[in-house]
């Protein structure tokens, strides 16, 4: 669960940037109805968590998204007032919307400790998504200087929340050595996957050329994970997260095979940025802290840079097929 919340990070930030590529600017109006949207998304998952959860860093955290949101939300309320701005729905409000619509549905499904982790996890996910959108779209795309004002004022608080929601998260991480050995394993193993499809689908040299590389890549990290676990005597046991990454990749390869030509290319180069962000994300805040044994920690720090160099080469050939 919390590598898929990261993951849904990461395909939300590239959602809202993909936006700004289909659409040059968004006016005013529209701004004003993406903004109270995501405010009232977040009111309404600190609702949720107050009701589901037990835990008191949750609950604590929960009151002050629905506090500190409600407040953004009055401001928004006065300001397009004074304005004479009437808040305009548009294509990134309605997928803000529906997107709340099925994490809703998930967090619903959870309960105890699985509702906390997925509720802090979603938390997360969502406000590095935000402070994105905020920052690399609203803001550019607001004419007046009022609401441009309010949007910038309430960057800090945003990154405040990231902040304390990512403090949250770490007190419930709880891996072994052994389940974080699995789950990178198998974080791993779907980008060769991935790798393996695009080969087999995509005639663009940059593509297959990137596909190349990530299946060279993520081999060596195989090789090295399994050669450092059977040194240590370590088995790498299957778990939750494990299970859902292995879960989101079966569905993410079955919508790339549905997809051919620049569709396809497009479509896998997205998810390889989104996923190697995700992927990052993980192992900087996650995997890292939460592993016991010193060479395993140092197995993952140490294949960091290329995780990153993975990303800037994604970037690079999604730019191309712009």
Do not use: W
């Not at 998260?169 to 050595?177: A, Y």
């Not at 919508?255 to 190697?276: C, M, P, Q, R, W």
């Not at 995700?278 to 890292?288: M, P, S, T, Y």
């Not at 395993?296 to 960091?304: N, P, R, V």
């Amino acid at each position: 669960m919390k590598i898929k919340c990261l993951l849904l990070s990461a395909l939300l930030v590239s959602f809202l940037t993909c936006n700004v590529y289909a659409q040059d600017q968004f006016n005013d109006a529209e701004v004003a109805a993406i903004a109270v949207a995501a405010n009232k998304i977040d009111i309404n998952y600190g609702k949720l968590a107050k009701k589901k959860s037990s835990n008191k860093e949750v609950i604590d955290f929960a009151n002050i998204m629905i506090s500190d949101h409600s407040a953004v939300i009055d401001q928004a309320v006065d300001l397009v007032t004074k304005l004479g701005v009437t808040p305009e729905d548009n294509a990134l409000s309605r997928q803000l919307n529906n997107g709340a619509k099925d994490m809703m549905k998930t967090l619903r499904s959870k309960s105890g400790e699985a509702f906390d982790k997925a509720y802090i996890d979603n938390e997360v996910a969502y406000h590095k998504a935000v402070i994105n959108a905020v920052r690399t779209v609203l803001i550019p795309d607001t004419d007046n200087e009022e609401l441009k004002g309010l949007l910038t004022a309430i960057m800090p608080a945003l990154e405040a929340h990231l902040e304390h929601a990512e403090l949250v998260q770490k007190k419930l991480i709880n891996l072994s050595d052994a389940e974080i050995a699995a789950i990178a394993v198998a974080a791993n193993k779907i980008d060769i996957n991935y790798g393996k499809l695009a080969k087999e689908k995509s005639n663009n040299k940059e593509v297959i050329g990137f596909a190349n590389t990530m299946i060279r890549d993520h081999s060596g990290v195989i090789d090295q994970a399994v050669a450092l676990v059977t040194k240590l005597g370590v088995t790498p046991k299957d778990n939750e997260v494990s299970k859902q990454l292995n879960s989101d990749a079966a569905d993410m390869l079955k919508t790339l095979k549905s997809k051919k030509g620049k569709a396809f290319d497009k479509a896998y180069i997205d998810n390889e940025v989104a996923y190697h962000k995700a992927v990052i994300d993980a192992v900087r805040n996650v995997l890292i802290p939460g592993s016991s044994n010193e060479e395993l920690k140092g197995l993952l720090t140490a294949i960091l840079p290329a995780l990153e160099a993975h990303l800037e080469h994604a970037e690079s050939v999604q730019k191309e097929l712009r």
